[in-house]
């Protein structure tokens, strides 16, 4: 069946720029999206790209997408203490609703 | 800014109990999901409402899950029969549109079975 794998941490320093990956299996994705999870909140929708879109750039965010390697990065620019939360990376499928979610990266920023 | 409020936050309930989870989607949506996150795993799709019918599930959705949608603004979620194992969090969403090219999620219910 369909899977999203991501790694589970990542540590930077306040400034740096941070990438978290993530692969999928389901090469009918339509949708990829990554949402954000600060400790005790909600799933946040930070971004999403279509899956004919290679890169998606939003203020110091950037997505990009390998469709043939079945890969999605995420990109954080300057990236800040309040940053630090957990990022899930998700897929959708051409059929369905569903949205196929990864177990999530925790990003820890030290200043 | 419009956002999903799920009430409670933090739902303890003996095993065999019944409870339901309560969801209050963004007024102008029409789709709405229940998915689930057991501790330090996945988030998982339970299941997605459209027009006061399920339009998709998955194969944790058995019979002992319902949803409905009893008045204009509240979605629920019930178990019928709550088993330890259904211990995790639950999150309630919703989109605008039939592609859930955006899904909003509320904050979750936190469920806990003793």
């Known amino acids: 069946g369909e899977d999203v794998e991501q790694s589970l941490f990542l540590s930077v320093r306040e400034g740096d720029s941070s990438v978290i990956n993530c692969t999928y299996t389901?090469?009918?994705?339509?949708?990829l999206y990554w949402y954000k999870q600060e400790p005790g909140a909600g799933l946040q929708l930070l971004t999403y790209?279509?899956?004919?879109?290679d890169m998606k750039q939003d203020q110091r965010l950037t997505v990009l997408l390998n469709k043939k390697e079945k890969h999605l990065s995420l990109r954080i620019a300057d990236t800040q203490t309040g940053d630090s939360a957990i990022y899930f990376c998700?897929?959708?499928?051409?059929?369905?609703?569903?949205?196929?979610f990864g177990k999530g990266t925790t990003l820890s920023v030290s200043s | 800014e419009p956002e999903v409020t799920q009430t409670p936050s933090h739902q303890v309930t003996q095993m065999g109990q019944e409870v339901i989870l309560r969801c209050v989607p963004i007024?102008?949506?029409?789709?709405f999901y229940w998915y689930r996150q057991i501790l330090g795993q996945k988030v998982e799709f339970l299941v997605s409402?459209?027009?006061?019918?399920?339009?998709?599930k998955s194969e944790i959705f058995d019979d002992q899950f319902s949803v409905e949608r009893p008045d204009g603004s509240n979605f629920t979620l019930k178990i019928r029969s709550t088993k330890l194992e259904d211990s995790a969090m639950y999150f309630c969403?919703?989109?605008?549109?039939?592609?859930?090219?955006?899904?909003?999620f509320g904050q979750g219910t936190r469920l806990t079975v003793v």
């Open positions: 409402f459209y027009n006061n019918e399920i339009s998709e």
């Open positions: 389901d090469s009918s994705s339509t949708y």
């Open positions: 790209i279509f899956s004919n879109m």
């Open positions: 969403a919703s989109s605008s549109d039939r592609r859930n090219t955006e899904a909003f």
């Open positions: 998700a897929e959708k499928g051409q059929a369905g609703t569903a949205l196929i």
């Open positions: 007024s102008n949506h029409l789709y």
